[in-house]
């Protein structure tokens, strides 16, 4: 193992969520935690008869005494074409399957990170997954006989990690790990061991979590863990239990000075992670103090830190009871030590908004705590009313969140600490560190675009087309201010995943994009080009150069002032002309209509063989390479300038000295064509 590569953090660099609350993206997301909604909700009528199952006695056998949870709306909905399944395969796969399969495409969408590169690469796969109600549903329920060669795999638990890798052409190790309420947070503790010891070279982390049978409801209120009232009130002297919840997050890691390297934007960096076992307690389900103290010492020593610089912790804060005072107890005896008097840790849970997501509780965690490190902010914990009275807040030097900026670090990382523990005593905890935007390279500012770019948009089908619009201009509109006009352009362009269904719009800038992409989504009229691109994307590509007569007074003018490439070869071809004639390349394509001599042979020759080498030349420099050359007359010099017979400054001598010489011919001049092999034109 690579002792830099094992103390290197790892940067956070593309999120994919579906979570409570409608909150289906990252920027979706944030805006449910910092606008304090509470996404808890009443069980939705189609998941079973929530009449027969419940009973607000706690003690009733059978019985669940709360029908309030967090639920995913649309669980049932999935686009199995999307992911080369076939519809009767994906109606046999447990929806956490199918959620997991969209939040992993979606974290590496939002990286930046096209598909076909990623292929047969190193990827790891880590999630935690524990709910096995589909499975129950379906061997419980349906008749045997409907049983298929689907079943098995669509309702593994591995097959959830495992179907991630086979749908993108992953090699890097694939795990489904099954901790119960600390599963997500064991895959992320595994997956970045398997990045540092070089098992793998980027990773998705993820969990999983679906509400579909009243099994673990009537289980958990046999516990009395549930809160009756359904709302989690962590740290609050009314705590009274947890409340279930749905859902899938997804990240996307990788070495953090190879994100920086690769321009990707960063939302956090994943400093260390650490793991161990509460072992004996007084019961299976009982949590232990010295445990949970001794994996935040160790995962501050791999982070080489103190603990005093930890400013905030993202709680297991589950709102038990039982559970919320020996956290708050572990936590303050680690992080209380040395710091100054006055100063205080400050805590919170994601739970308070959107419930526990039991074995993806870990991925909303990480989620929730690199947005805040990413904005600088700290949401506020919901249901905080009174302190618990067995938590003593200022003796452990605690504070819990209320809605507010990060805290100053005078110069130092902002760091965070996140607690996942499982109800069987497996406990996982992750420091992650703030990265500053600075640190990483972004595209060109709006101040050096074009007058107007082309805006890409692709899609797997012509609906999603429009979809995938409506969405990316919801993108644009909300990261206005974080991103320029040339960001959005060149990441469309060269960072996402081009599909089979396409659509180019024209835009002068951030507002105008926004208008033409909702323009677009609704089917309204606009500037764009829309098609459909062969499966075959290896076809055999050709460049025509062109003859004499397509020429015209304004031709390339656009492309010399805004194309760097395309204006430097113009310019070289500038400087041979020069030193040959009494007139100047450049000045003859930059004439007005009015004075311009294009249709001059001895100019036009010269000036349509650099357009062509200069369009050529930016082809080339965005990745088209042509496999054939093939010209015309004027377009023989350019095709063979491009095929290396010729340099450029030879190239430029023989168009020039061609035209110069056909200027002085009789003006009734004709052209011979002779149907001959290449064998006869050679001899």
Known sequence: MNDSRRNEPLAIIGIGCRFPGNANSPDQFWELLTSGVDAITELPEDRWNKKKFYDKRSTTPGKSFTRQGGFVGGIDKFDPQFFGISPREASRMDPQQRMLLETAWEAIDDAGQQIENLKGQKVAVFVGISSWEHSFQVLSFEDRGSHDAYT??????????????YCFDFKGPSVAVDTACSSAMVAAHLA???????????????????????????????????????????????????????????????????????GDRIYAAIRATGSNQDGRTPGITVPSQESQEALLGETCAAANISPTQIQYVEAHGTGTPVGDPIETRA??????????????????????????????????????????LYHKHIPGNLH???????????????????????????????????????????????????????????????????????????ARSAEALRSSAAQLADFVDNRQTEFSFGDFIANAALRRSHHEHRSVLFASGSEDLVAKLRAFASDDETDSVTGRAPHDLTSHLAFVCAGQGPQWWGMGRQLLEDEPIFRNIIERCDAVVRELGEWSLIEELTRSEETSRMNETSISQPCIFALQAGLAEVWKAWGIEPQSLVGHSVGEVAAAYLAGVYDLEDAVRIIYHRGRCMDLAPAEGRMIAAALTEPEAKN
């Open 331 to 372: 936590l303050g005896n680690v992080l209380a030590k040395n710091r100054p008097d006055g100063e205080r840790c400050i805590i919170g849970s994601v739970k308070t908004n959107i419930g526990h997501l039991e074995a993806g509780a870990g991925a909303a965690s990480l989620i929730k705590v690199a947005l805040s």
């Open 152 to 165: 098995n795999t669509g309702n593994a638990l591995s097959i959830a990690a495992n179907r991630i890798a």
């Open 384 to 458: 905080f009313e009174n302190p618990n009275p067995d938590i003593d807040f200022d003796g452990l030097k605690l504070a819990v969140a209320t809605d507010q900026p990060w805290p100053e670090t005078n110069g130092h990382d902002r760091l965070a600490g996140i607690n996942s523990f499982g109800y069987g005593g497996t406990n996982a905890h992750a420091i992650l560190q703030g990265i500053d935007s600075q640190t990483v390279a972004h595209g060109d500012n709006d101040s050096d675009h074009r007058d107007v770019e082309p805006f890409t948009v692709s």
């Open 192 to 262: 970045c061991h398997s990045v540092w010891e070089g098992q793998s070279d980027m990773a998705l982390i993820g969990g999983v979590n679906a509400l579909l049978t009243p099994e673990h409801y009537v289980g958990f209120s046999q516990l009395g863990m549930l809160s009756p009232d359904g709302r989690c009130k962590a740290f609050d002297s009314r705590a009274n239990g947890f409340v279930r919840s749905e859902g899938a997050g997804m990240i996307f890691v990788k070495p953090l000075s190879k994100a920086i390297e690769d």
